[in-house]
């Protein structure tokens, strides 16, 4: 087993924290957010381009993001209680590696944007790696197809956006949100995909059950 149902559930409330979260964030940024030439970031400053307090949407990425370090932490313990998952101890050291990482990332980087970015490292490296083992696991129990295009979203838009990072890149904002994207959409997917291979598994148990009355309390 690659995780359980409580664990996909959580994800799927991670993802929804940081959507709303960032969403909110952009709304009540008191200067002109760009979604495209704007990181993220700037939603945790103190004091907006314009010099304008910034203190609503500081609050609510703060929030969103202690929330999601708090939903992290959750799914750690999920992971190490449940010995029946595989690799149960690595994934939970991923999340709480995570999950860490969300409560460094609230530090305003106007502040100081070495201990932001450390927290914001840990964060996608936790997310990109327990995505990439998942895809992994499940090479051979999920479509070849889904499972093949799952893993180029993520590692096309994470590894892109480290490269602009790192080199600075003019369009290193634009490759944050499809990065930002491609987790979403792969840890999210993969989750989902490994809870409804679980469930199609107790259904043909059932079925082989029904129709094999000797199999019966097995």
Known sequence: MYLNRKISRLFNLLMVIIIVSFSLGMIMYSDSFSFWN?????????VAPNGKSNIISLIIFAAGMILTGITFLRIAMEFK????????ELKASLSTLGGI????FTFPHNINDNVH???AACFVAALWSIGTILL???RKTISKNLNILLQLVL???VIGYAICYFADLPIKNIAQKFAIMGLIISVKGITN??????YNQLLNFEQIN???PSLRGI
């Open 38 to 46: 704007s990181p993220f970031s700037d939603l945790g400053i103190t």
């Open 81 to 88: 209680s449940d010995k029946e998952i595989i690799r149960s």
């Open 101 to 104: 990482g969300c409560f460094v």
């Open 117 to 119: 970015m450390i927290g």
């Open 136 to 138: 992994i696991e499940t």
């Open 155 to 157: 590692q096309i838009t």
């Open 193 to 198: 995909m490994s809870l409804l291979q679980k």
């Open 210 to 212: 029904q129709t094999n």
